[in-house]
């Protein structure tokens, strides 16, 4: 049985995600400040972390922040907050999914089956190779570990999938939809605008120079393409 864990100040949203999750076979355990929230979830006992963005003590952001330096398990904004900016921000600092206020609970527990399923099939994911080697990156495969230069990187789950997808299909042209149809599919209802938020991140984080990328290219009109 997959574990959930809520972080949400508001009590009535609580109970009502709470709800329809155990509906469906999931247990669930709450925290209702950031502070609680961020101490619960670096247990690291969960499946999946729901998070807000506006929290007594910690923000959503930050707690965010603090997952990712330790743990890769999918993280699910729910937010009152609607514009790009709040989006773009949230799954840069390393969120897999961003749900806005108010929100169809069967959407919701979609989501969460949706990157419960992914994660699984990414750990245990076999690849021929157990090392992706490529001018000083380095992909382990087994241990999803990343090395640039000998010094590891710390990718989030989405992340690294996007990056070992292109990594894995060296010298290939892949457009935002195919990208998208392939690591978040028809279960997230997103837009394409989060593969190139998570290529800037990946960018940001293997390169040298991100305005002047040396492993994942732009090619522009086409897609993206891993430089072998």
Not at 128 to 152: D, M, P, Q, W, Y
Not at 162 to 177: G, I, T, W
Request: net charge negative; aromatic share 8%.
């Amino acid at each position: 049985m997959s574990t959930i864990l809520i972080i949400e100040d508001d009590m009535n949203i609580a109970e009502l995600e709470r709800d329809y999750l155990q509906l469906n076979g999931y247990k669930v355990d709450m925290a209702h400040d950031g502070t609680q929230g961020l101490k619960k979830a670096m247990s690291g006992i969960y499946d999946v972390i729901l998070v807000d963005l506006m929290l007594p003590n910690t923000s959503g952001y930050e707690i965010i922040q603090e997952i990712r330096k330790k743990l890769e398990i999918p993280i699910i904004v729910i937010s009152a907050r609607n514009e790009d900016i709040d989006k773009i921000r949230g799954l840069g600092f390393g969120a897999d999914d961003y749900l806005t206020k108010p929100f169809s609970p069967a959407e919701l527990v979609a989501r969460v089956k949706s990157h419960i399923k992914r994660y699984e099939r990414l750990m245990g994911k076999k690849v021929s190779n157990e090392i992706i080697s490529c001018k000083g990156l380095e992909i382990n495969t087994v241990a999803h570990r990343v090395f640039v230069n000998g010094k590891e990187v710390q990718l989030t789950t989405k992340e690294y999938e996007l990056l070992l997808f292109l990594a894995s299909n060296p010298n290939n042209v892949f457009s935002k939809d195919q990208i998208f149809d392939t690591l978040w599919g028809e279960e997230y209802y997103g837009d394409m605008a989060t593969v190139a938020v998570h290529i800037q991140k990946i960018r940001k984080k293997i390169e040298k120079d991100s305005s002047n990328p040396e492993y994942i290219e732009t090619i522009w009109g086409s897609g993206y393409r891993f430089n072998a």
